[in-house]
């Protein structure tokens, strides 16, 4: 692919840890940018020094490569347009304030923020939404000064255009119009000399040379104003697409209650990151033809990317398609990527046998949890048996399970051979040969081939299971 100008960026505030959605925002920007062999940018939009921290920000860019989203340029990865956090770019912002203020497009509010707080609600009184009132937008020169000797300090707001409509083509919602009456004065400085986020962020995708920000729909009324700026100082506007926000399963704003999960929390449990990679795609962008339901790696997923594909209708979190993804990600995961679940096995399950064990079962679990479990129905003490467990067991009835002993040392580990001698001995046959077997010796009555998980099975607890489905077959409830 011919490289082109398309940049896309991540901009993470560094205040928490990464969730589903905003893990989402990067993931659909990195496909955009893969997907016109354009470059992905990282920049940390850390001016709120009070909620950002750097041990954040670390979580934050190795949750990313944990994921495989990879940025060209940002932090660490250098590139022509840093520094690539905001609390570094301090200067690069005070040239464009002073360039509004000369063009009296912005300048310097005194209003406290109690005196705002009563004007909002006096709007609202009068069944206005609140919007600053242009309290400070035309004092004198000796107003000003007068203010700032009684030791006030000042925001600075950006003078907005009256009577104007602000039109742009939003690459999900298509045409948005916004009169600009409807947007007051807004504060581009704060009192303590920090960058608020509408000037900053716009600021830098202009002179960072993004061309195309997808961020979730709550930013979509800030974009005119971010245009308005931009247009003010003369600089370049991406296009932008507002994607809807991810809701919990039950409708509701993701959150811990209905399936919001940290991306910490996630890798803990073991989901693998091509299962949410590929969930994630999908979730408010429609892949169609044969790679709708096939489990892509990033350029595949990037490939088939297209923001004409970006959803409007809700989309909400489900966990099964999540396992969907989980289960085909595990299949298909290469030995290094499942080691450390093998690390997570109990002691009872001998070191040279984890291998085994994982391929034995690996199309029947998701987690490492799952294979601990098989490692414990394996080398373990048999866990208790499910009540639909023991019913098969009884009605097998001991005679059964007396035969399978009896060939148990002959066919040593071999599944075939000791099926074959039991078919013989007993005349049973298919089903009902096979789920008593498995009943008695995994505690279940669904689970993995047989065959390869009896052979890793130590004969001494094939047989102690084959003598306890006996004793309980012999019994009446
Ligand atoms: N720092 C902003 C956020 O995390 C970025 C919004 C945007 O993508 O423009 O919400």
């Known amino acids: 692919m011919t490289p082109t100008n398309v940049k896309t960026r991540f901009a993470p505030s560094p205040t928490g840890r990464m969730h589903l959605g905003n893990l989402r925002t990067a993931l659909f920007n990195a496909l955009l940018a893969r997907s016109r062999g354009g470059r992905f940018l990282l920049r940390l939009e850390d001016t709120d020094e009070s909620r950002s921290s750097d041990a954040h920000a ?14 060209d340029e940002g932090p660490e990865a250098g590139g022509e347009a840093g520094p690539y956090r905001q609390s570094e770019r301090g200067a690069v912002y005070e040239r464009y304030y002073r360039m509004l203020e000369a063009a009296d497009r912005a300048y310097p509010c005194f209003c406290t923020e109690r005196e705002l707080e009563l004007s ?10 609140p919007r600053y009132a242009g309290t400070c937008a035309h004092l004198t020169a000796e107003e000003r000064e007068r203010r700032r000797a009684e030791g006030r300090r000042p925001t600075l707001r950006f003078r907005v255009p ?8 939003d690459l999900v919602r298509g045409e948005q119009r916004f009169p600009t009456d ?4 807004f504060i581009i400085r704060r009192a303590d000399g920090t960058a608020a986020f509408f000037f900053c962020n716009a600021v830098d995708d202009a002179l960072m040379g993004v061309s195309h920000v997808l961020r979730g729909e709550d930013h979509l009324t800030n974009t005119p104003r971010q245009l308005l700026l931009l247009r003010a100082l003369d600089l ?9 926000l991810i809701t919990g399963d039950d409708g509701a704003p993701l959150s811990k209650r209905n399936g919001s999960l940290s991306v910490a929390e996630l890798r803990e449990a073991g989901w693998l990151p091509e299962a949410v990679l ?10 169609t ?3 709708e339901s096939q489990l892509l790696d990033l350029q595949g997923l990037a490939d088939a990317f297209r923001t004409d594909a970006l959803g409007r209708a809700p989309a909400r979190f489900d966990r099964h398609q999540l396992s969907y993804w989980q289960q085909l990600a595990v299949h298909r995961a290469d030995e290094a990527t499942l080691a450390p679940w093998l690390e997570r096995l109990d002691d009872a399950v001998p070191a040279d046998r984890r291998r085994a064990l994982l391929a034995a079962v690996r199309d029947n679990i998701l987690f490492p949890d799952d294979l601990a479990e098989w490692g414990q129905r394996v080398f373990g003490p048999l866990p208790e048996l499910a009540p639909d467990t023991e019913a098969v067991i009884r009605d097998a009835g001991p005679g059964f399970y007396e035969a399978a002993l009896a060939e148990l040392e002959t066919t040593a580990g071999d599944f075939p051979a ?3 001698a039991l078919r013989q001995a007993t005349g049973a046959k298919g089903r009902q040969l096979f789920m008593p077997l498995r009943a008695a010796l995994t505690g279940l009555c669904r689970g993995p081939e047989l065959g390869p998980v009896y052979a890793l099975m130590p004969v001494d607890i094939a047989r102690c299971r084959l003598e306890q489905a006996r004793e309980l077959a012999a019994t009446t409830p």
């Open 182 to 185: 409807e947007i007051g004065d």
């Open 236 to 244: 370049p506007q991406p296009e932008y697409g507002h994607i809807n």
């Open 278 to 287: 590929n969930y994630l795609a999908r979730l408010g962008h429609h892949y």
């Open 418 to 420: 000791l099926a074959k």
């Open 58 to 71: 670390q979580t934050l860019m190795a949750d990313l490569r944990w994921m495989g989203l990879h940025w």
């Open 162 to 169: 009256a009577e104007k409509t602000v039109v742009f083509h």
């Open 289 to 291: 033809g044969e790679v």
């Open 120 to 129: 909002r609600k006096a709007q609202r009184a009068a069944g206005r939404p």
